[in-house]
């Protein structure tokens, strides 16, 4: 009885905290600033609080495919393989174009 006369601040924070992660929190606000009816900044602040679940089912899951927050390998444009076959190619003809132009550069044996 005493809990529903006088609740707890701690137990009234965690049924808020958890209504917020379970639903969702939307905080959405612009800012501009103007100098003689002259835009000089705007910034849009859209925020969302939710849980990580809530936040999967509604769609957001950027965090997976990021590369720098996910410890599995990304997956590239372009494969590994197809990497080292390009690289492979440009140095063939890097070798092609320093012998000709060794060749073409190779002094002509004096006579004398």
Known sequence: MPDYIAPTRSHGLVDIL??????GLVIAGDIKINLA????LTIQVRLLVCSI?????IGMNWWQHDPRLTSRPAETAVASGEVEKRLERIE????QLTE????????SPKTE
Do not use: F, I, T
């Open 18 to 23: 958890d209504r917020v992660l379970d639903k």
């Open 37 to 40: 009816n002259v835009e000089l």
């Open 53 to 57: 679940d809530k936040a999967a089912s």
């Open 92 to 95: 063939q003809q890097l070798r």
């Open 100 to 107: 000709r132009s060794g060749a073409k550069r190779r002094p």
